[in-house]
């Protein structure tokens, strides 16, 4: 696992050495936690043909490869969860396979949902939201954060 490491200054008030590779004792390090994690529903549309299907594969390009990389861009999932897709309770409703496209491809799993704008609970004009609404507002900009990491990578593939 990925952990943190809190830089300290040593007891003779001098910094550690950049780039060492002396590992900091157990009390020293801490886990980052970037927010609590939300159950997800995706519904997922993309062109197969440039892909070996929807399921994961070694030495292979799939959708849950580059799917995976845009959450963890868009910070949607952390560096200790990445690579690892039962971390996130991730579940297909079905696959795919090599060359096949779909247009409503249904994956649930856990994802960071940062509030939008920073947080708080007021609205671009002004109203106060309810938990509800602010928390809808929250995934539609990680969706939107997902999406644009998609655009960056693939034209193939999209979270609808």
């Known amino acids: ?6 830089m300290s200054l040593a007891e003779d008030g001098g910094a550690p050495a950049a780039g060492s590779d002396e590992e900091e004792p157990a009390a020293k390090r801490v886990r980052h936690n970037p927010g609590p994690k939300r159950k997800v529903a995706l519904l997922v549309a993309y062109n197969g043909a440039a ?13 849950e490869d580059v799917l995976e990389a845009a959450m963890h861009a868009a910070g949607a999932i952390s560096d200790d969860n990445v690579g690892t897709l039962q971390k996130i309770s991730w579940s297909k409703a079905g696959r795919t396979d090599k060359g096949v496209h779909a247009a409503g491809q249904l994956i649930s799993c856990k994802l960071i949902v940062q509030p939008a704008g920073g947080g708080g609970n007021v609205s671009t004009n002004g109203q106060d939201l309810d938990d509800g609404a602010d928390e809808q507002a929250a995934l539609a900009a990680t969706m939107a954060a997902v999406n644009a990491q998609l655009e960056r990578a693939c034209s193939d593939v999209r979270v609808l």
Do not use: D, F, S
């Open 1 to 6: 696992r990925h952990v943190l490491t809190v």
């Open 51 to 63: 892909y070996q299907g929807l399921q994961r594969n070694p030495n292979a390009k799939t959708i």
